[in-house]
Each structure stands twice: as C-alpha cells, then as structure tokens.
C-alpha cells in the first residue's frame, strides 16, 4: 500500500534549473528518510542525495552545491531541487523510502547542450 509518486521532470536547457517531487503516501512515519537515486543509460543508479527525519541532508560530493533538498510535512512531499544542470546530469530520476522495496516509478530528466 505505500506508494511514491515522483513528478517535475521534463526537458531544460544547460545551466537551467528543475525541481522534482516525491510524494509519499501509506508510511507510518511522517517525515521518512527519502533517497534520491539517478539512472542514466547505460550506467548504474547512483544515489543523488538523502534527507533524514531531522531534516538533515546528505549529497556524495560530486552533487554537492548544485543540489538541495527540502520537505513539505504537510503535504507527505519531498523535492529536489536542481540548479546548474548539465547534459551530465539527463537520467531517470527515482525516490526510494529508505530501508524498504518501495521505489518510485521515476521521472525522467534531459538537460540539452
């Protein structure tokens, strides 16, 4: 029963900005640890970054200052907020309840030279 549904992506120009959502639905907890993972053709996923309950935020350092994350507890929602996008950074994104099977459907990113 617990789903998540991402959504915000779409096409963008290099050095645009896009922000994507998670929303999650059937947790028991309200503020849940989301992971934001990323696959491009032909490569592996990739974690992009994680908030914790706290609302504390990790990103590998490679995503490090063009990426932010933030939640609307009212709204069961996550967001990833992309800034700076390169060609690089076209994959699928996903969302992921942490320490569970549960995955997002995906959305997918294109970020043209």
């Known amino acids: 029963q617990v789903q998540l549904v991402e959504s915000g992506g779409g096409t963008v120009q290099a050095g645009g900005s896009l922000r994507l959502s998670c929303q999650i639905s059937?947790?028991?907890?309200?503020?849940?640890?989301i992971g934001w993972y990323r696959q491009a053709p032909g490569k592996e996923r990739e974690l992009v970054g994680s908030?914790?309950?706290?609302?504390?935020?990790y990103f590998p350092p490679s995503m490090q200052g063009r990426f932010t994350m933030s939640r609307d507890s009212a709204r069961d929602t996550v967001y990833l907020q992309m800034n700076n996008l390169t060609p690089d950074d076209t994959a699928i994104y996903y969302c992921?309840?942490?320490?569970?099977?549960?995955w997002g459907q995906g959305t997918q990113v294109t970020v043209s030279s």
């Open positions: 992921h309840l942490a320490s569970t099977i549960y």
């Open positions: 059937g947790s028991t907890f309200a503020d849940p640890t």
């Open positions: 908030i914790f309950s706290g609302e504390n935020t």
